[in-house]
């Protein structure tokens, strides 16, 4: 069992391209999580989905899309990458919303 | 909102000794917390929870207390080894606002051999 996997581990992006970030769990969660975690600051949550089919902004949601397709995966986009997204982003998944998260490894994105 | 916040951001603890990392949460609302462990390069890793009918619970070598009366948590690792060295945080959850999470800053925790 994987548990939470991201892809890429790391990536550097030219401002004003579009990145992707993938996220699967193979825990069977309803709700999944994407943070950033920016040196000083604690995880700040950019969006989450309850379960497969629905969606909701969190503290820092603009710049940022997501899509929540199957209970498996939950892409995270930038449409058009910007310095301040450098940053290392966290996938989380829990039972339900309110339970324990678990983590995967993070991606870390510089955007030059 | 909430706020949580980590009362040292560092500490330095001798090998076989005890550590304590506290926490502090503003909304006596929150009812489910959690200490996790991030190692260098790697995601938060859970360590321990607790709810909020329970002001104690004790795991291999931790411990957490919460006190709601002041709104307090704290994360106490017996005979604290190098493997320990982490930063540690306290995850804050509000079930009666669906399970709106807060996470503290982050302690990071080194254990001198």
């Known amino acids: 069992i994987a548990g939470i996997t991201q892809a890429p581990t790391s990536q550097i992006l030219a401002a004003g391209r579009r990145m992707t970030l993938r996220c699967t769990q193979d825990m069977r969660h309803n709700a999944m999580y994407w943070y950033r975690q920016d040196l000083g600051l604690g995880l700040r949550l950019i969006h989450y989905?309850?379960?497969?089919?629905?969606?909701g902004k969190g503290e820092v949601p603009d710049g940022y899309s997501v899509s929540r397709a199957n209970t498996d995966d939950f892409p995270l986009t930038l449409a058009s990458a910007v310095p301040s997204q450098t940053s290392v982003y966290f996938c989380?998944?829990?039972?339900?919303?309110?339970?324990?998260?678990?983590f995967g490894p993070g991606t870390r994105l510089t955007v030059l | 909102g909430e706020s949580v916040g980590l009362h040292l951001p560092t500490l330095s603890v001798q090998e076989g000794d005890n550590s304590i990392i506290n926490c502090a949460y503003s909304?006596?609302?929150?009812?489910?917390f959690i200490w996790y462990k991030q190692e260098s390069g790697k995601g938060p890793q859970f360590i321990i929870d607790i709810r909020s009918n329970m002001d104690k619970r004790q795991g291999q070598r931790v411990t957490v207390l919460l006190n709601k009366t002041v709104k307090h948590l704290s994360l106490q690792i017996a005979a604290t080894q190098p493997g320990d060295s982490a930063v540690y945080f306290c995850?804050?959850?509000?079930?009666?606002?669906?399970?709106?999470?807060?996470f503290g800053d982050g302690t990071t925790l080194t254990v001198k051999p």
């Open positions: 995850a804050v959850f509000d079930n009666t606002n669906a399970g709106k999470s807060t």
């Open positions: 989380a998944s829990s039972g339900q919303r309110g339970d324990t998260q678990y």
């Open positions: 909304n006596s609302a929150s009812d489910y």
């Open positions: 989905s309850n379960t497969a089919g629905t969606t």
